[in-house]
């Protein structure tokens, strides 16, 4: 059974940095792809940062050049750096992760997640 659990997030004041970890276990596939997701109260479910086996990634325009996601290369472990951190970033965050090698931000298309932390960015 694969399991998702995060790591981190928290409160920070704008202009600061927090990091993100989410470790799997029990994850069976050999070709896989990594995200990050942010959720608001109310609003759907937004892809931001993803990550392939191989290491090439993506971002959303909204956190590309403030945002950076890496990978453990030992274990599936990734990780998600927030720099220069807005209020507007402030939001429930998921990783989440898929059997396929290709880059997603697309929510349906993942088939396991992590259980949820708490950004809250003041200002």
Not at 75 to 93: S, V
Request: with cysteine; aromatic share 12%; glycine share 10%.
């Amino acid at each position: 059974q694969v399991e998702l659990v995060q790591s981190g997030g928290g409160s920070v004041q704008a202009g600061g940095s927090l990091t993100l970890s989410c470790e799997a276990s029990g994850f069976p596939h050999s070709a896989y792809s990594l995200g990050w997701f942010r959720q608001v109260s109310g609003k759907k479910r937004e892809g931001i940062a993803a990550i392939d086996r191989d290491g090439l990634a993506d971002y959303a325009d909204s956190v590309e050049g403030r945002f950076t996601i890496s990978k453990d290369n030992t274990k599936i472990t990734w990780f998600l750096k927030m720099d220069n951190l807005r209020p507007e970033d402030t939001a429930m965050y998921y990783c989440a992760a898929r059997s396929v090698l290709r880059l997603s931000f697309l929510e349906y298309e993942y088939e396991y997640w992590g259980q949820g932390t708490q950004v809250t960015v003041s200002t």
